[in-house]
């Protein structure tokens, strides 16, 4: 079973519209993350919650809203579609370990490619 | 704000070693990572080092560390085609969850 499961994979949508893309781990973890990744393969937090808490929200249009209904789930809904949301975007979810390092070890999904027309 | 830095491309050829260099600016993560991405898929971590440390070997990987220049190296012995992928490396800022990734270097293993 994957690990950490993303869908969809990719995403193909038209400027203006609303989209969800959907996450789930069934590591245990408790913290969970969104990443999103440009055509230059640079890679960016956008938020990070903890046990469904919100614990990072980057400078993120409030356009990108993150849900965790619990926390084996994080969601992403994105309103109103641009053109520069286009990118592959990235679930992530991380052990709470009490032996360092406590941080740092991130199990990625495969990604979701989200293509704005 | 944080920067990681790396360079864009490496090419080697099969049997020999490759060197990722990696540059970053927080002197306060206590550890720092390599990450390698393979065509569509997610990063999956492949070591870490404790920055107290100056080598770390785990297997055909070694991790060199100069924390004084604040310079990351990954050295990939008898590199093979299996290992084409991007490489990124990653600090923690401030010693939070939150990881700050270098730009990524692509590297390409011709036979």
């Known amino acids: 079973d994957t690990a950490v499961s993303q869908t969809p994979k990719y995403l193909v949508t038209q400027m203006g519209n609303d989209k969800s893309i959907k996450c789930e781990q069934n590591l245990g973890h408790d913290t969970m993350y969104w990443y999103k990744q440009d055509s230059k393969k640079f890679l960016k937090i956008m938020f990070s919650y903890n046990n469904k808490e919100l614990i990072i929200n980057e400078t993120v249009p409030n356009r990108f809203s993150p849900k965790s209904p619990d926390k084996a789930h994080l969601n992403l809904h994105i309103n109103s579609l641009e053109l520069g949301d286009s990118a592959v975007y990235f679930c992530?979810?991380?052990?709470?370990?009490?032996?360092?390092?406590?941080?740092?070890?991130?199990?990625f999904g495969s990604g979701t490619q989200l293509s704005v027309l | 704000g944080e920067d990681v830095e790396q360079s864009l491309f490496l090419s080697v050829r099969e049997g020999d070693s490759s060197v990722i260099n990696c540059t970053y600016t927080?002197?306060?993560?206590?550890?720092l990572y390599w990450y390698k991405q393979e065509p569509g898929a997610g990063l999956q971590l492949l070591t870490y080092?404790?920055?107290?440390?100056d080598m770390k070997q785990d297997q055909r990987l070694t991790v060199l560390l100069n924390k004084k220049d604040k310079h990351l190296s990954l050295r990939i012995a008898d590199t093979q085609t299996g290992d084409s992928a991007i490489y990124f490396c990653a600090e923690s800022e401030g010693n939070t969850d939150k990881l700050i990734f270098g730009t990524g270097t692509r590297l390409q293993v011709f036979p």
């Open positions: 927080d002197s306060s993560s206590t550890y």
């Open positions: 080092i404790f920055s107290n440390m």
């Open positions: 992530a979810s991380s052990p709470r370990i009490e032996m360092p390092p406590r941080w740092g070890k991130l199990f």
